[in-house]
Antibody
């Protein structure tokens, strides 16, 4: 079955960077894109960006342009999201999610378990 | 960005009730709309895509309708497992956006 397993919780200081991993299994990794979605405590869902696992092209939400990097390692079927210059309002659960389609961002039919990132001095 | 507005924000209902949640888009999005269910501490789960297509494995008590700017998610007979928060999401643009969520709680 399709499974996305994310790295564990992280605590970071303001100004630092965090890199979250998402290891996929149960399907052909390069056939479906990966998006990253975050959820601040008690808040709604916020899409951060998408990466094609086939061509590696990316589409970042304007809010995160310049501060986020999404990469993939096809040899291990793993996607990564790095967020830099962390602020306290970046404290959130970060999810990776498989796109239902491979060529562009659409809807998300499988999700990782989430990785809590806490930014605190 | 396209803004998505859900109503109501909270809904109190009983098991067996018919429940309807509305989602409005700030501009026309054709039928490029999805619905998700999220339970506390869990990842969201896709229920409906393309406004009315039921995701595999989702009970037929869930249905979606609408096009353009106004959409609805209907649960025909609320079950105990359905108490959760529901989000709509547009994917008409290259930057998907979510509604703020509707919490369905026990009356």
């Amino acid at each position: 079955q399709v499974q996305l397993v994310q790295s564990g919780a992280e605590v970071k200081k303001p100004g630092a960077s965090v890199k979250v991993s998402c290891k996929a299994s149960g399907y052909t990794f390069t056939s479906f894109g990966i998006s990253w979605v975050r959820q601040a405590p008690g808040q709604g869902l916020e899409w951060m960006g998408w990466i094609s696992t086939y061509k590696g092209n990316r589409n970042y939400a304007q809010k995160f342009q310049g501060r986020v990097s999404m990469t993939i390692d096809t040899s291990t079927s793993t996607a990564y999201m790095e967020l830099r210059s962390l602020r306290s309002d970046d404290t959130a659960v970060y999810y990776c999610a498989r796109d239902k389609v491979g060529t562009t961002v659409t809807v998300f039919d499988s999700w990782g378990q989430g990785s809590l990132v806490t930014v605190s001095s | 960005d396209i803004q998505m507005t859900q109503s109501p924000s909270t809904l109190s209902a009983s098991v067996g009730d018919r429940v309807t949640i509305t989602c409005r888009a700030s501009q026309r999005i054709s039928s490029w709309l999805a619905w998700y269910q999220q339970k506390p501490g869990k990842a969201p789960k896709l229920l409906i895509y393309k406004a009315s297509s039921l995701e595999s494995g989702v009970p037929s008590t869930f249905s979606g309708s609408g096009s353009g700017t106004e959409f609805t998610l209907t649960i025909s007979s609320l079950q105990p497992d359905d108490f959760a928060t529901y989000y709509c999401q547009q994917y008409s643009s290259s930057s998907p956006t979510f509604g703020q969520g509707t919490k369905v709680e026990i009356k």
